[in-house]
């Protein structure tokens, strides 16, 4: 839930950039914006893993947990991560102003944290909202997480959870910038 309302209010810079005619600038420079859109993305994902590091030093030195037991365990995060960020620029690609972005990202992030099980016991859940989960991608990374506290090496039980949400970055990252690039050439 932290990690989606950090990116989601953290992708409004393109809505600003946007409005304030930097990135129609960067149309003019071949693969700018490309370049931009990337940079932005590698600093989402070192954003990301650095809250993962305080989340994960919290737990452990407050509370004696380890969340994160083993190499899958990161590529579940990972996956996560890209599918939060690649909705985080789609908002910001169709969203027009900082005050719809401002409006949009609690809702969303309060939305698809609720209905995706992290403020609530994701393991005794009924089977119609175990499924309404997946409609988010808090539900596919809850999944997967389960599955490695029972299973920590079973690359099968979280196959799926890491397919959909990595899918879901590739899908959404690439249809953000076709519609940066369509607003461009429209003015």
């Known amino acids: 839930a ?22 129609k600038r960067l149309g003019v420079g071949n693969g700018a914006i490309l370049a931009s859109l990337t940079g932005s993305v590698i600093a ?8 993962l590091l305080l989340f994960t030093l919290v737990q452990r030195i407050f509370f004696g947990i380890i969340l994160f037991t083993g190499v899958l365990s990161y590529l579940v995060f990972f996956a996560y991560l890209l599918a939060v960020i690649s909705i985080s620029l ?6 027009r102003t ?9 809702i969303m992030a309060l939305v698809t944290s ?20 997946l409609l988010t991608p808090q539900g596919w990374a809850l999944k997967a997480a389960n599955n490695l506290l029972i ?3 079973d690359v099968v039980a979280v196959l799926p959870s890491i397919t959909i949400l990595l899918a879901s970055g590739l899908i959404l ?4 910038y076709m519609i940066i690039n369509m607003q461009i ?3």
């Open 185 to 187: 050439k429209n003015g």
């Open 2 to 23: 932290f990690i989606m309302f950090y990116m989601l209010y953290g992708s409004g810079w393109l809505i600003e950039e946007r409005m304030n005619g930097t990135i």
């Open 173 to 176: 990252l690439p249809v953000s």
């Open 44 to 51: 989402f994902i070192i954003a990301g893993l650095l809250q």
């Open 98 to 106: 900082p005050s719809q972005m401002q409006a949009a990202a609690p």
């Open 114 to 133: 609720f209905a995706g099980g992290c403020f609530w016991n994701f393991i005794e859940m009924p089977d119609k909202i175990a499924r309404l989960s």
């Open 90 to 95: 789609f908002l910001s690609s169709v969203l």
């Open 151 to 153: 299973s920590p090496s």
